[in-house]
C-alpha cells in the first residue's frame, strides 16, 4: 500500500470483510432489543405477574384487570423509547463526524465509521483523533487531556501515535490509521470502564426515583406476606377475600407508573429537541438543563457570528514591505480556525513574495502563530499585550480605540530571533508592524436570547481568550446586564483569586482552556448548576466538567464529541427553547408524581394499620385501579407534556413528598374513620368498601384541584373529564367494582366523610406547612 495513494477500494473492501471498520463496538442509544427488553423485564413486572398468579389461583379473575394498565404502560414505554431511539440515531447520523481520506490517489470525505484500518487520513486543528494512526507528514499539536487528564498539549511530527479520543489544538498532519473500532485507545478505555462497573451519572431526579423504587421493592415482600398471614389466619377471612386485600396493598404501594412517566417524558422531550436540531447524547442533560442557573458562553461563534471579517491593518512602523509580509505569511495557507480563515481572505489572495520556512501553529495556551519567511525573518502574530507585555503601551491609543469598538486585534511583529513552539517572544526583540482589527457581527437574536435568561434567573458570564475590553464591550452591545464588570484572567495569580472574580464580574478575557475549566469548577463549588456552550478546541475542557455541555455543529469536531448538546444549526438562539424544554420536562415529571404518592402514602400507612389492629384492608385491586385511571394515570400523562418554564428549585424527592403527603395523610386519616365506623357499626365488608373508594376517590380530584392550579380551559376540561369518569365509572360499572348501594347509615357515614374531605386537606397541608417553617427556623438558629 502507497501512503500518497492511500488504500483502493478492493483494499477497503478486504478489510471491511475482516472486521477491520472503524464502528464504534456499542451504539449510542440502546438496541430495539434492549428496549422491549427493559420496558417488559423489570421487577415491578415481575411483582405484577406474581399477584396476578394469586389472583388465579383463587379464582379472583375480575380483579386481575390491573394487567391491562401493565400492559398499556409497557405498550407506550416501547413505543415512545422506539420514537425517540429513531430521532436521535437519524440525528446522529446528520452530525455524524466527516473525516478527509486518501484513497486511490484521491481525497474526499468519509464518515469516521466507514473507515478502515491502513486509510490515510487528515486531521486539522479542531478535530478529534477518530481511531489511532501514526503521523505521516505535517506537524500538530495533540491534546490527550479526555484520556489522560493531561492538559499540556504534546506535539506530534512523522513517526509519532496519534491516540483515539484525543483531539488536534493546533496544526495540521496526515496519518495511516492502525488501530479502528473496538481496538482503539479510546473503545479499550470505555470497554474496560463498562467492565469496571462504571456507568454515566444519572441525575438527581433519577437517582431519587431509583431510591425510592429500591426502598418500596424491597418492603413489598415483607409487608404482603404478613398482610396475607393476618387476614386469613389471623381474622380467619376466607383465602379469595385474603388474597384479594392483600393484591390490593401491593398495587396501591406500587408506583407502577412513576418509572414509565418519567422515562416517556424524557423520551419526548428529546424528540423536542430534536425538531428543534438539537441533538441529544446523554438524556440525564434534560434534567440538568432545568436546573441551570449560571450559562457561560464564549464570544465568538455564541454571543457573534462564527463567520469573522479581518480590517485594514493599522499601521505601527514605517514598513513599505507590509502588504507582502502579510500576504507572504497566508497565501497558500490552509487555516485552522475562523481567525485564520478570515485573515487568509483579507490578506492572502496574492502572490506570495517570500518563502514560508518553519511554522508554528496558533495555539491558545501561548496566544500567538510564527512563520520564518526566507529573505525577510521570522513574522509574529499574536494576542498584543501577551507579545507586547510593558511594551503595550508604546500602542495604547490606536489599541484602546479599535478594542472600544468590539474589534479583537491581533499584533503583527518582526522577531530579531528563533523560537520553537511554546516559546515566550522577548517583547524587547519584537519590532511592531502593524496592529489587525478582525470583527464578528452580533447574531440578531442574540439580545433577545439574553433578554430571556435574564427574565428567567439565569447569570450569564461570558468566557473568551480576547481582550477583556473589546469582549466587555460586545457582551453590552449584545444586551448582558453586568457586561462592564470585566477582570483580565492573565492577571488572576491564583484559584483563590478566579473564585472570587467568577463570583464578582460577568466578563472575563485571556482565559486559557485550563482557567476556563477552573472558571465552570468554581462556579459549582459556589452551589451553582453550569452549563457551557462552544464550538473550538479551547471550550473541550470546560464543556466535558459543565454540568451540561452545548457545542454548536459548525465548531471543532472535539467540542461537539464531549459536549450533552450539540445545536445543530448552530444557532445560539435556539437555546432558550432548549432550557425551557428541560424545565417543562422536569417540573411537569414532578407534579406529576406527587399525585403517584399519594396514593403509596396512603396504602403504605393503611397497611401498617391493617398489621397491627383487627381490621381487613378495606379494598379490591379493581376499586384501587379505578381511582388510580382517573386521579393519577390520565392526569399525570396529560400534565407531563404540557409547557412549564419555571426554574427548578429544591430536591425532586423532597419536593414531591411535601406535595403528596397532604393528600397521601388525608386519604388515610378518612379511610382509617371509615373502617373505625364499619368495626364500630358492624357494617357488611362491601359496604366499608364502597365508602373507602368513594372517599379515596374524592381525595384523589381534590388532590388534582390542587395540582391543575392556575386553571386554564385545558385544566377545567382535564379535572371536569376525571371526575366524570371517576363518579360516573363508580356508577356504570359498580357490580364489577364490588360497589353496592348504600343504605341509610352507609350513606350517613359516607356524606359526613366526603365533607370532611375538603377541610382534613386544608388543615393537614396548614399543619405541615407550620411544622416545616418550624423546623426550618430551629435550623437556622442552630446554624446561627
Known amino acids: 500500500m502507497e501512503s500518497q495513494q492511500g488504500l483502493t477500494a478492493q483494499e477497503v473492501e478486504r478489510r471491511r470483510q475482516a472486521g477491520q471498520s472503524n464502528r464504534a463496538p456499542q451504539s449510542a442509544t440502546k438496541t430495539v432489543g434492549q428496549i422491549v427488553r427493559d420496558n417488559i423485564c423489570t421487577y415491578f413486572n415481575l411483582v405484577f405477574m406474581v399477584l396476578a398468579v394469586m389472583l388465579a ?8 384487570g390491573f394487567l391491562g394498565i401493565v400492559f398499556c404502560n409497557t405498550i407506550i414505554g416501547i413505543f415512545q423509547q422506539l420514537r425517540a431511539k429513531k430521532t436521535v440515531d437519524e440525528l446522529t447520523l446528520v452530525s455524524a463526524r466527516r473525516v478527509r481520506c486518501l484513497r486511490g490517489g484521491t481525497w474526499g470525505e468519509q464518515l469516521s465509521e466507514e473507515l478502515v484500518k491502513d486509510d490515510v487520513v487528515e486531521f486539522g486543528a479542531g478535530d478529534q483523533i477518530v481511531a489511532d494512526a501514526v503521523v505521516l507528514s505535517g506537524t500538530a499539536q495533540a491534546n490527550e487531556s479526555l484520556l489522560t487528564g493531561e492538559a499540556n498539549p504534546i506535539t506530534k511530527t512523522a513517526g509519532d501515535a496519534l491516540r483515539s479520543g484525543s483531539y488536534l489544538m493546533a496544526g495540521r498532519c496526515v496519518a495511516r490509521l492502525t488501530r479502528v473500532g473496538a481496538d482503539s485507545y479510546a473503545n479499550r478505555l470505555t470497554a474496560a470502564a463498562q467492565a469496571d462497573g462504571q456507568k454515566v451519572a444519572k441525575g438527581e431526579m433519577m437517582r431519587s426515583l431509583d431510591k425510592l423504587i429500591r426502598v418500596i421493592g424491597i418492603a413489598l415482600i415483607p409487608v404482603g406476606a404478613a398482610l396475607l398471614y393476618k387476614q386469613h389466619w389471623v381474622l380467619e377471612l376466607s383465602m379469595r377475600s385474603s388474597v384479594e386485600s392483600t393484591v390490593a396493598a401491593l398495587i396501591g404501594m406500587i408506583p407502577e407508573g412513576l418509572y414509565l412517566l418519567t422515562s416517556v417524558a424524557l423520551a419526548v422531550g428529546m424528540m423536542r429537541l430534536a425538531g428543534r436540531r438539537v441533538l441529544t447524547q446523554d438524556m440525564n442533560c434534560i434534567e440538568t438543563l432545568a436546573r441551570v442557573d449560571v450559562l457561560c458562553v464564549d464570544k465568538t461563534g455564541t454571543i457573534t457570528e462564527p463567520t469573522m471579517q479581518a480590517g485594514e491593518p493599522i499601521p505601527l512602523a514605517d514598513c513599505p514591505d507590509l502588504n507582502d509580509v502579510l500576504c507572504s505569511c497566508y497565501a497558500g495557507d490552509i487555516p485552522d480556525n475562523d481567525t485564520g480563515r478570515a485573515l487568509q481572505k483579507a490578506y492572502g489572495q496574492g502572490k506570495p513574495r517570500w518563502a514560508v520556512g518553519q511554522t508554528i501553529p496558533f495555539n491558545t ?5 510564527a512563520k520564518a519567511l526566507q529573505g525577510w525573518g521570522m513574522c509574529v502574530v499574536g494576542a498584543p499585550d501577551v507579545l507586547a507585555g510593558a511594551r503595550s503601551a508604546e500602542f495604547a491609543p490606536q489599541l484602546t480605540a479599535l478594542l472600544d469598538t468590539g474589534c479583537r486585534v491581533l499584533l503583527l511583529a518582526r522577531y530579531d530571533g528563533t523560537l520553537a513552539p511554546g516559546d515566550k517572544p522577548d517583547a524587547d526583540r519584537l519590532q511592531f508592524l502593524a496592529l489587525l482589527p478582525l470583527q464578528n457581527p452580533i447574531r440578531a437574536n442574540a439580545p433577545k436570547t439574553f433578554a430571556y435568561f435574564a427574565k428567567q434567573g439565569v447569570q450569564v458570564k461570558v468566557i473568551s481568550g480576547d481582550d477583556p475590553r473589546a469582549v466587555s464591550r ?8 453586568g457586561a462592564e464588570n470585566w477582570v483580565d484572567a492573565s492577571r488572576l495569580q491564583n484559584d483563590r483569586e478566579l473564585a472570587s472574580a467568577a463570583a464578582q464580574a460577568t466578563v472575563f478575557g485571556r482565559v486559557t482552556p485550563e482557567q476556563k475549566r477552573k472558571l465552570v469548577h468554581a462556579l459549582q463549588a459556589q452551589s451553582h448548576t453550569v452549563a ?16 451540561c455541555g452545548i457545542a454548536m455543529a459548525s465548531g471543532a469536531q472535539a467540542a461537539a464529541q464531549v459536549a450533552q448538546l450539540v445545536l445543530l444549526d448552530s444557532d445560539f438562539g435556539a437555546l432558550p427553547a432548549v432550557v425551557g424544554e428541560g424545565r417543562r420536562v422536569i417540573n411537569n415529571i414532578q407534579r406529576s408524581a406527587s399525585l403517584f404518592l399519594v396514593k403509596n402514602i396512603f396504602s403504605l400507612l393503611l397497611s401498617v394499620v391493617a398489621l397491627c389492629l383487627p381490621l381487613a384492608y378495606p379494598f379490591k385491586p379493581l376499586q384501587l385501579s379505578l381511582v388510580s385511571s382517573v386521579t393519577i394515570g390520565i392526569p399525570s400523562f396529560i400534565l407531563a407534556l404540557e409547557p412549564n418554564r419555571e426554574l427548578v428549585r429544591g430536591r425532586f424527592l423532597r419536593n414531591v413528598l411535601r406535595a403528596a403527603l397532604p393528600g397521601g395523610l388525608t386519604d388515610f386519616l378518612l379511610v382509617f374513620c371509615a373502617m373505625g365506623f364499619g368495626f364500630a357499626f358492624d357494617l357488611p365488608a362491601n359496604t366499608v368498601e364502597t365508602i373507602c373508594t368513594l372517599v379515596v376517590l374524592t381525595v384523589g380530584i381534590c388532590v388534582l384541584w390542587g395540582v391543575c392550579r392556575p386553571f386554564t380551559p385545558w385544566h377545567w376540561v382535564l379535572w371536569g373529564s376525571c371526575a366524570v369518569l371517576g363518579y360516573g365509572g363508580a356508577v356504570l360499572v359498580a ?7 348504600l343504605d341509610l347509615g352507609g350513606s350517613l357515614v359516607l356524606l359526613v366523610l366526603l365533607a370532611l374531605v375538603p377541610p382534613t386537606l386544608y388543615a393537614v397541608t396548614l399543619a405541615m406547612d407550620r411544622l416545616r417553617s418550624t423546623a426550618a427556623e430551629l435550623v437556622q438558629k442552630m446554624r446561627q
Open 57 to 64: 389461583l383463587v379464582g379472583s379473575w375480575l380483579n386481575m
Open 365 to 369: 495556551a501561548y496566544k500567538y502563530s
Open 474 to 481: 460586545v457582551a453590552a452591545q449584545a444586551g448582558i446586564a
Open 532 to 547: 457551557m456552550t462552544g464550538d473550538g478546541v479551547n471550550d473541550v475542557l470546560a464543556l466535558k466538567d459543565a454540568d
Open 735 to 741: 357490580p364489577w367494582l364490588d360497589l353496592v348501594w
